[in-house]
């Protein structure tokens, strides 16, 4: 259940992509994919490399997911804007 939260809250985080310019890699594929990946991946370290359980799941755990996908997004817009530069330069 765990794993569950912090999915929805890295597609939760993802919509508000909708207000920055689309220069991620991949697009808003590849924003969703960040966002979902990064969610993951840092609630997973968070939590001692263990997914809590249904019983071990609060709203806490969905909100470890923030950091995760807000790094998720800037980690492929920033790879965007590097790729555009080297196509543009």
């Given at each position: 259940m765990?794993?569950?939260?912090?999915?929805?809250?890295?597609?939760?985080?993802?919509?508000?992509?909708?207000?920055?310019?689309?220069?991620?890699?991949?697009?808003?594929?590849?924003?969703?994919?960040?966002?979902?990946?990064?969610?993951?991946?840092?609630?997973?370290?968070?939590?001692?490399?263990?997914?809590?359980?249904?019983?071990?799941?609060h709203?806490?755990?969905?909100?470890?997911?923030?950091?995760?996908?807000?790094?998720?997004?800037?980690?492929?817009?920033?790879?965007?804007?590097?790729?555009?530069?080297?196509?543009?330069?």
């Amino acid at each position: 259940m765990g794993m569950l939260a912090w999915v929805m809250m890295g597609l939760a985080i993802w919509h508000f992509t909708i207000f920055l310019p689309d220069r991620f890699w991949g697009g808003i594929v590849g924003a969703f994919l960040g966002a979902l990946f990064g969610a993951i991946i840092v609630a997973f370290v968070i939590n001692g490399f263990s997914v809590p359980g249904q019983h071990e799941t609060h709203l806490l755990t969905a909100l470890e997911g923030v950091p995760g996908a807000v790094l998720g997004i800037a980690a492929v817009y920033a790879e965007g804007v590097r790729r555009e530069r080297l196509v543009y330069a």
